[in-house]
């Protein structure tokens, strides 16, 4: 498979090469494959439907062909995956993928503990560590963590903004040992992510230290993402004779999106033959995305706080890969887009919890709004031509090509439950004025001991801190 760069379509690379820079450090391109080969339809109509390990193999043979055996990428995936998502209705024509079973109870392990293996991998004849730079708004840290500690060949440093992700997701960051090491940034995440960012473009920098990053900037983070989408949407079209009773069903992704790195993960899935008829991008009060779709003007902007915060992105770097992939008229087709303030995540949290008994986490319960709602008139609404408010929280004015199956009763949704609510619990408690219950492995680490280290948002700080402490 050949790699090229969202800035420059003359690059060409391999998926070592995108791998190992992260990103191309002469443009600031993201890599992304020229080409998503289709997974036989014999092997997506399988009945019973595969193993989300087996899916994971055949999506991801093509693009490490001829660069990594097909024994070793079998090793990587069974050490990279002994969890799996789990698909649960909601209702007769609502599913939510939990995604949030593995080790750091939220949906970036999936790609993280792939990234890791495969990096290491490729480092295992180099004499000197690869350093891992990685940006985060709240889980992407910590599974990046969990993910790479103690990986031979790799070292990580995790930058998240101070004060601005919740104690639980802080102390999954900030207790590390070892190879993995945590930098609390006086600053947004957009600050942190153009610290990492600017890191990756010093050349100076770059010839003393070998960087890569394990945002979805990397490619080997966002490609595993797009595993579950291909399982997800079989096991659902497979249940819905029992569910729904409905013949091939429209199936729409509901997407809680910040960075953008998701979704791209399940258009990737899309263009290998997932059965996915489109998908909702569910933001919250950062609604970069829903605004260029609304409008066609893409204005990035300063974050803005939100208990949603592992969206509070105001210039989601995936945007790059997106347009690279589309047009504005095919996004439009494929995508509608939601977004809700702080007040409509508390009520959507409650409203789940009333009507279904389901905890839902701050970023699922956009999802699971903005679904309620298309399904319940607010697509119906759009296509009469009554376009509403995109300045106001909800349903944005684009109609997707999959509008007419939500109005004829024939699509269903999934909704991507990005995170354990126990990581969120006051929020959730002040939402349904109960805790959701805390996972074991997330209790053991508010025992730990907090080592983060103050970084003030100075790029020169950061890169004479990077010089004097990483070799």
Known sequence: MIYTDTRDASVKVDFKTAVMNGMNQETGGLYIPTSYPKLDSSFINKDPTPSFRDIALQMAKPFVEGEIPDDDLVAII?????????????????????????????????????????????????????????????????????????????????????????????????TFTGNVRALKVKGTFDDCQ????????????????????????????????????????IVAKNRAAMDN?????????????????????????????????????????????????ATGDYNARPSIETFANAMDV????????????????????????????????????????NKTGYIIDPHGAIGYKAWEDIKNGAMADLVAGNKGDFNKPGLTPSVPNWSQKVLDKKAVGIILETASPAKFGQIVTDAI???????????????????????????????????????
């Not at 805790?435 to 700080?461: H, T």
């Open 78 to 174: 069974q050490d990279a995956y002994p969890f799996s998502p789990k698909v649960t209705p909601l209702d007769s024509v609502s599913y939510v993928l939990e995604l949030f079973h593995g080790p750091t109870c939220a949906f970036k392990d999936f790609g993280a503990r792939f990234m890791a293996r495969t990096m290491s991998y490729f480092n295992r004849n180099e004499s000197t560590p690869l350093h891992i730079l990685v940006a985060t708004s709240g889980d992407t840290g910590s599974a990046v963590g969990s993910a790479f500690h103690n990986v031979p060949g790799l070292d990580v440093t995790i930058l998240y903004p101070e004060g601005k992700i919740s104690p639980l997701q802080e102390k999954q960051l900030s």
């Open 433 to 471: 004025g109960k805790e959701p219950p805390i996972p074991a492995r997330l209790e053991e680490v508010m025992r730990l001991q907090d080592r983060a280290i103050p970084m003030n948002n100075d790029y020169n700080q950061f890169k004479d801190w990077l010089l004097a402490n990483l070799k």
């Open 194 to 233: 153009k610290l990492v960012k600017t890191a990756f473009t010093d050349n100076e920098l770059r010839g003393k230290l070998r960087l890569s990053s394990a945002n979805s900037i990397n490619i080997s983070r966002l490609l595993p993402q797009s595993f579950y989408y291909m399982y997800a949407s």
């Open 314 to 353: 105001g210039a989601p770097s995936n945007y790059e890969r997106i347009k690279a992939m589309y047009t504005l008229d095919q996004v439009r087709e494929m995508f509608a887009s939601y977004w809700l303030d702080n007040d409509g995540i508390l009520k959507a949290i409650e409203a789940c919890n």
């Open 245 to 293: 009773k409905i013949h091939d069903p429209a199936i729409i992704m509901i997407v809680p999106s910040g960075n953008f790195g998701n979704l791209t993960s399940g258009l990737i899935a899309k263009e290998m033959g997932a059965p996915i008829a489109g998908f909702v991008a569910a933001t919250n009060t950062n609604r970069t995305i829903p605004d260029w779709i």
